[in-house]
């Protein structure tokens, strides 16, 4: 069973090592540059299991992607990762107030990512258990 | 009772604080040295030496709008800023690099280092989308907490400006 991931950040570049870390863990990842599009792919019916999301993004930014994803009970089950530069005490309680899981602040090393995940029982193959 | 109004209270309200009030070249240094280690790689470093800058830059920067209200600018030579954008696409690096590569790549990194030093200022603040071009106008040189480094030898300025003149003194 592939354990799947959507990557939501404006920067092209921070998509990439995201992507790079989460595919390294054994994720299949789909990526979305800004709320908006990554709804656009939740609603084609590719739910996964995580999404990680920045903050701060043109269009639809993540404290409103969280805000609509948890408006919609069929993507209840889906774990979000709020992977920001956004670091102030506020911002990280009103994320998770929204609905957030987890959060991370950027810069981070890959370690710290499987950390998080390791937390939140979300490793690839903990989850294929 | 009566108050007497001598305006002192006023005049003290009118006063902000500079940046070198809020953060010190330490803290840049580190906020940037973390990002560079975290996004560049790991063996990646900034040596704290300062380096002429080439006449053809490019910039990079996010705002900080709160209780202090400035940039965050990177600023490098045109060919760093294109290595910087190589380093951080790896392997997914296209053979030519755009404008859109270079801004977005170069871009982030201002976003990264910005969001830790807003994080490291007084708030709540807020925080733009990166910006590249031509650097803001330093408006007061007494509000700027400049860093200058080398990363692979070539030379790199992190500046935390403020984005109002200096208060006139009467």
């Given amino acids: 069973m592939n354990v799947r991931a959507l990557v939501i950040d404006d920067s092209r570049a921070m998509r990439r090592i995201v992507s790079s870390i989460l595919e390294g863990l054994g994720y299949e990842v789909q990526q979305a540059g800004h709320g908006r599009e990554g709804l656009d792919v939740l609603e084609t019916g590719w739910v996964p299991e995580l999404v990680c999301v920045d903050w701060n993004m043109p269009v639809m930014d993540g404290l409103q992607f969280v805000s609509a994803v948890r408006t919609n009970p069929a993507w209840r089950s889906m774990t979000i990762m709020m992977v920001t530069s956004e670091s102030e005490h506020t911002q990280i309680v009103r994320a998770l107030a929204a609905g957030a899981h987890e959060y991370v602040i950027k810069p981070f090393t890959a370690d710290a990512i499987r950390d998080k995940l390791a937390l939140l029982g979300l490793l690839p193959q903990e989850v294929a258990l | ?170």
């Fill in chain 2, 1 to 170: 009772m009566s108050t007497i109004d001598t305006g002192e209270r006023r005049r003290g309200s009118d006063a902000r604080p500079v940046i070198t009030e809020l953060i010190d070249e330490g803290t840049v240094q580190s906020i940037a040295e973390d990002a560079w280690t975290a996004l560049v790689g790991e063996d990646e470093v900034l040596v704290p030496l300062p380096g002429e800058l080439p006449a053809d830059v490019i910039s990079s920067w996010v705002d900080v709008v709160g209780p202090w209200t400035g940039s965050v600018v990177l600023t490098t030579g045109r060919q760093t800023a294109a290595d910087l954008t190589r380093a951080l696409l790896g392997d997914a690096s296209p053979e030519i690099l755009d404008h859109e590569d270079v801004a977005d790549a170069f871009g982030e990194i201002a976003n990264v280092v910005g969001g830790n030093v807003k994080a490291a200022l007084p708030g709540p603040s807020g925080l733009s989308l990166p910006d590249v071009g031509d650097a803001p106008t330093v408006r007061n040189p007494a509000d700027q907490c400049r860093v200058d480094v080398l990363w692979r030898g070539e030379p790199l300025s992190i500046s935390v400006q403020g984005a109002l003149p200096a208060l006139s003194q009467h």
